[in-house]
């Protein structure tokens, strides 16, 4: 009796840890950026919860909706927030979770392009121009990233013999994995991290691709699409991409786990804070990066992708040649 | 488990790859330096194990010469010539790059049966970066259409040859060592002069119209 009450216990902590995580870690590291940014600007920057602010003063606003709208709209953002809210609860992007499911790495591939699908169909319901430029370019980008982020995963699987992300993620635990598996592993989970983080980098149309402080409309990607979104519709595509930030970082940081977890033996507790601290730590260097490095030519953006690719390529032929295929 | 120097070659030779990826000179010369450095850091780990002292001298040489030394050169030649971009020739430096790795990866099926001495260990992974930055260099030489470019892809071609030389072997007498680095020295200082005459005597400096030199 006193057995399965320590375990309800334990269950119900990690459901209110993992949804106060989904609620707090976005916009945190929202402000982590942005504070970064100041920093090194020699500013304050905004305090800790400004975010949170923001996302209150945008729920009590009113909206203004053009007349050229259909309900899609305002559909849209919610099916978008759904849909990315679904794919926190899928993805392995914190090592504590109450009930991991068992999700196939092409579904979370198709689930985040089926999100941007949504906010696509938003942007083009608008009727403003500036929404399909935004559009546009947004699709571009899917386009170019969607291998390069594919290729890595595959290798991850390839590696550790599954295409289920919850294996995958779970593989240092299980046998084969762990302090014995050495650098072959730490090679693959270290490149396939660098490459899920470039690929955020663009997924998010962050700096070196996109500059999401910019007032120029004609360079915006995901603000040109959100341009006519006011109101509560706003907060919703805000927190929607917030999380997704949060979400493709905290894979990366998995990523980079692993691969010490191949290296030197961690418990699940240091390894529960260091997903934290990993997605702290990767906001922190995109802040860093997006203060020091300028945005790219429109064109020269597959040349970024292309290093993307190369990562992946690099942790698919190391998984190869690690003696990886074992399907 | 990889040992520090193979750790090193191979970092080494996959930077070379990430090299052929940019067009940007700037880059490449600093990647250089970087990828030299790796270098130089596993002829230090090779003069540990085999207790050489020669080679510590050897890996300073490097490390100031070639890692340093080559590249800053290279970037005043640039700068003195208003170069700082390469035009980029057959395939595109994406493209390049990912061919380049899988070279990486070809080179470590090629030297599976190269047959080492006794004594060195683990000797494979050393074999395949030195052919896999043999192949780089010759991606770079290929996709390059300046004469800097051209030198740069020689100096990789020349460090694969000295990484294959330095794993595969229990070490070369130290006077062959200097009058290889002196020779690829003298070599780079007589290309930066010569490009220096080709941007003079034809105001560019792109090795593809070098035909019309024919009568």
Known sequence: MNDINTDVLRSCSHWILFVSSIAILPPVCLTLIRKTKARLQSRIGPPLLQPFYDLIKLCRKSETVSSTMSGMFRLASVAGLATIILLAWLTPWLSYKPWSPSADLFLIIYLFALARVFSLLGALDSGSAFGAFGASREVTLG?????ALMLGLVA????????????????????????AAGAGAAGIWLLVGIAILLASLIELSRMPVDDPTTHLELTMVHEAMVLEASGRNLALIEFAHALRMSIFFGLSAQCFVHALASVCR???????????????????????LESLAVKLQWRKVPEFVAYVVSMSLLAAFVAAGNGGIKL | MISGINLCVLCAAVLACLMVGSLHLRLNLFLYGVETLFIA??????????????????????????????????????????????????????????????????????????????????????????????????????????AIGQILGFLVIENGIYVFALTQTLGMPMLVEMGILLDMLVGVMVCGVLVFKIQKSFEHIDVALLTNLKE
């Open chain 1, 143 to 147: 386009l170019l990233v969607e291998p």
């Open chain 1, 156 to 179: 991850l699987g390839l590696f550790c013999g599954s295409s289920d992300l919850r294996m995958i993620f779970s593989y240092p635990q299980t046998i084969g994995g762990g302090a």
């Open chain 1, 266 to 288: 961690i418990n699940t507790l240091t390894q529960g804070i260091l997903s934290v601290v990993g997605i702290f730590g990767i906001a922190i260097f995109v802040g860093v």
């Open chain 2, 41 to 146: 850091g596993a002829t230090v780990l090779t003069a540990n194990a085999h207790g050489d002292a020669s080679l510590i001298c050897i890996a300073i040489l490097i490390g100031t010469l070639k890692a340093l030394g080559v590249p800053f050169f290279l970037l005043r030649t640039s700068e003195k010539l208003n170069v700082h971009r390469d035009v980029g020739a057959m395939i595109t430096p994406p493209l390049a790059m990912h061919l380049s790795i899988v070279l990486f990866a070809l080179s470590f099926v090629l030297t599976r049966n190269i047959p080492t001495p006794q004594l060195v260990v683990n000797g494979w992974y050393g074999a395949a970066a030195g052919i896999s930055l043999l192949f780089t260099g010759l991606v770079v030489m290929l996709t390059r259409r300046l």
